[in-house]
């Protein structure tokens, strides 16, 4: 509608309700402008006081502790590995040279220990060698005869030392002289002998209490018992088990009062003449090392007199 030259603008109303643009613009601006003021005042009041930089400054300090520590830590902890390693590598060294050490240690006194075992078996010789009234010749245990058939031992000595077929061969065992057998043949440096377990040996020999007499034989076996055969009835009542049987020095081979064995079992068969006695060997050939070949010295005197 134009009145006056002009227009009038009016604003129809519709269900009661009010023109509302304008005022509420107004009304958030104020609002707005009130805060940015007040936020402004507080960051001027922060930043001329100084406490901002100080917070920052503590804040900064702060972290940078923190990284510091761990970075400490960190490397503590690599260092503290590395260490370790190094030192476990120096103990694992070092443990290895004890081991070394110790085997060595046990070796030494093994050695030590078959030291002393073979002085005290060759004082035992030693002495026996002193005691017995024989020319001698100290041999070693070297073998067995390859081709079985005598069950024969090999010995270290042969004729370059002195060593001749039929030769006695005696041993000592825990203080006790016995018969072991007889050299069967003879090489230059190495001889057989024939031992006393052998099926072909037979050896003339005597109850050491009794005084009867018999042929000594062997089995075939150094665990088999040696037998002696021909013993007369009679002795029965007068041979007692653990008897001792010694060489009698009949048929010229060995020389007499050797030992030979022990009594262990004693046979009398109604329909037999004569008694058989079982003997344990004097000698354990399992253990035997060390022998002695001998020849009687008052034989060898007397065969020097009768030449001159």
Do not use: C
Not at 33 to 55: D, E, Q, R
Not at 241 to 262: E, L, Q, W
């Amino acid at each position: 509608m134009r009145r006056g030259g002009g227009f009038e603008v009016k604003f129809s109303r519709k269900n009661g309700s009010k023109p509302h643009g304008a005022p509420k613009i107004s009304f958030n601006a104020s609002v707005i402008v009130f805060i940015a003021l007040i936020f402004i005042s507080v960051l001027m009041l922060i930043f001329s006081s100084g406490s901002f930089f100080l917070n920052v400054k503590n804040l900064g300090l702060s972290l940078f502790t923190g990284v510091r520590g761990g970075i400490y830590k960190l490397s503590s902890t690599v260092s503290g590995t590395v260490l370790s390693v190094g030192k476990l590598a120096e103990l694992r060294k070092d443990y290895t040279e004890l081991l070394k050490q110790l085997e060595n240690y046990e070796e030494l006194q093994r050695s030590n220990a078959e030291i002393y075992q073979e002085n005290i078996r060759l004082r035992e010789q030693l002495g026996f060698a002193r005691e017995i009234n024989f020319k001698r010749i100290p041999a070693e245990i070297s073998g067995r005869d390859p081709d079985n058939l005598f069950s024969a031992l090999v010995i270290n000595k042969g004729s370059f030392a002195g060593v001749t077929i039929d030769m006695p061969v005696v041993a000592w065992q825990n203080g006790v002289q016995a018969l072991v057998g007889k050299v069967i043949q003879t090489g230059a440096f190495e001889s057989l002998v024939m031992p006393v377990f052998d099926n072909n040996s037979l050896a003339s020999a005597r109850l050491l209490v009794s005084r009867f007499e018999g042929i000594v034989e062997g089995q075939g076996n150094r665990d088999t018992p040696l037998i002696m055969r021909f013993v007369p009835k009679r002795a029965r009542e007068e041979i007692n088990i653990g008897d001792i049987v010694t060489s009698s020095g009949m048929g010229g081979v060995f020389p007499a009062g050797i030992n030979i064995g022990r009594v262990s079992r004693i046979y009398d068969v109604e329909y037999e003449t004569t008694l058989e006695i079982e003997l344990v060997p004097m000698i354990d050939f399992s253990r035997l090392e060390y022998v002695f070949l001998i020849e009687n010295i008052e034989n060898e005197e007397a065969a020097g007199i009768s030449n001159d």
